[in-house]
């Protein structure tokens, strides 16, 4: 009851102190409410909106410069009959720089009949429930086709890294990743024993399918921590470990022993992933750290291992700010000749990541555009893991360009040249003058 009281009591003397007059507090508050009035209102016009709006545009194109609009390519896409019924030299010059992913054998192999690819990518839908000796018949009648063609064989690659990434296990056997075999091994000599028991086990697996380019060993670095948001890529799990002299002993080891299988070995992923925190399979991503501080860390392995016999580079598809802003490495001219191949004295393969990523989809070049500037840079071989209405993308835009003479044949000859040196693609009887095998 006492407290009821004392309640009304302070409620009276709180509604007195504010009905008195206050002099200029009054003022105050009185010039307050009116200009707060005015400030509401106008901030609520739409006369206020549209002048903000503008200035918001203008700040926005002050921060972010609008960059040059591209040409959209293909300006036309061509259906897939389309494709094949094109010009035969044309189609299988460009198709002779593509490795493509599929759903079934039948749906590649009108490509084949039409040397529209070179290599096809047999990942785990294309094994499942299925037993080793029928997936292997099914490469090799491919393989019988380009015989009778009289070319060399298809690139057949697999993602079989160990670990997470084992696209073809089961039916081959699962195997650790090359970081956790390892772990525990206290010596380079028990590492290397180790490391070449694993690659000769792996290789064998591979070669019972017909298997002749793996994408593996993953040389990115183990920087960072192992909760980092980088989506599927994984990179810290998948990786060998955070030595960069140590991921370069144990990947040239695990290379030699699968070129002697004849299975292209395949660095992956250049510039590396090790620092990158964003997935490039959904989103475009860069590496802030200059070229200096990369060769001494995260470039040693690539620098190590990808002049030895037989080994391949996957490019991935992240920027490298110091050196290429704008575009992915996968696709950039510079990054590709300005460092990949005079600084690292490299003349091996090279293929990209897969480019139906998001990392290229959604770049200002687009697919389309991302093709034909990654096959002038230099690349020898885009991996494109869906055949699907992304293989009519790319390859129209080729196609488009080369009819405008904006392929490089420069370019294609040079890949011309690199392939004729892995006899693990072309097999065929040369003459004694012709390269030969890398290994030796």
């Known amino acids: 009851m006492i407290q009821t009281v004392i309640r009304a009591l302070l409620l009276a003397v709180l509604s007195a102190a504010l009905m008195v007059p206050g002099g200029s507090s009054s003022d105050a508050r009185s010039g307050y409410h009116k200009s707060g009035s005015r400030k509401y209102h106008k901030r609520h016009s739409p006369r206020y909106h549209a002048r903000n709006k503008t200035r918001r545009a203008k700040l926005a194109v002050k921060a972010e410069p609008a960059q040059p609009a591209l040409p959209q390519r293909p300006q036309k896409l061509l259906t897939r009959d389309e494709i094949l019924a094109s010009d035969p030299q044309r189609l299988q010059r460009l198709g002779g720089r593509i490795v493509v992913g599929f759903d079934s054998f039948s749906q590649v192999k009108p490509l084949v009949e039409k040397k529209a690819i070179a290599g096809i990518f047999v990942t785990d839908h294309n094994v499942q429930g299925r037993k080793i000796q029928d997936v292997a018949k099914d490469i090799d009648d491919l393989q019988m086709i380009r015989r009778q063609q009289g070319l060399p064989r298809l690139i057949v690659a697999a993602d079989q890294e160990g670990g997470y990434v084992s696209r073809l296990s089961p039916p081959l056997k699962w195997q650790p ?97 090790g620092r990158v925190t964003r997935d490039t399979h959904v989103t475009s991503a860069d590496i802030s750290a200059g070229s200096s501080q990369l060769e ?39 990054v590709i000749n300005k460092v990949v191949r005079p600084r690292f004295e490299n003349d091996g393969l090279l293929i990209t990541d897969d480019f139906s990523m998001g990392a290229v989809t959604k770049s200002r070049d687009g697919l389309g555009g991302a093709a034909v500037k990654a096959l002038d840079a230099g690349v020898d071989l885009i991996l494109l893991c869906s055949v699907d209405k992304s293989y009519d993308i790319l390859m129209s835009a080729l196609i488009e360009a080369d009819q405008k003479g904006e392929i490089s044949i420069a370019r294609e000859n040079e890949t011309r040249e690199r392939l004729k040196r892995y006899v693990f693609v072309d097999d065929r009887d040369l003459p004694p003058s012709a390269p030969v095998q890398a290994q030796q």
């Open 177 to 273: 990743t090359l970081g956790m075999l390892i772990a525990k091994l206290k010596t380079d000599s028990d590492r290397e024993k180790a490391v070449r028991q694993y690659a000769e086990t792996q290789a064998r697996e591979l070669e019972r399918l017909g298997i002749t380019m793996n994408f593996g060993p993953v040389v990115d670095l183990r920087l960072g921590k192992p909760n980092r948001n980088d989506g599927e890529t994984r990179i810290y799990w998948r990786a060998i470990d955070d030595d960069p002299y140590l991921v370069a002993k144990v990947a040239g080891w695990y290379c030699d022993t699968l070129t002697k299988f004849n299975i292209i070995c395949t660095l992956k992923h250049f510039p590396g992933l």
């Open 296 to 334: 001494l860390t995260d470039w040693v392995p690539f620098r190590r291992v990808m002049t030895e016999p037989g080994v391949a580079t996957m490019l991935g598809h992240v920027r490298l700010d110091s050196i290429d802003s704008t575009t992915p490495a996968s696709f950039s001219d510079i």
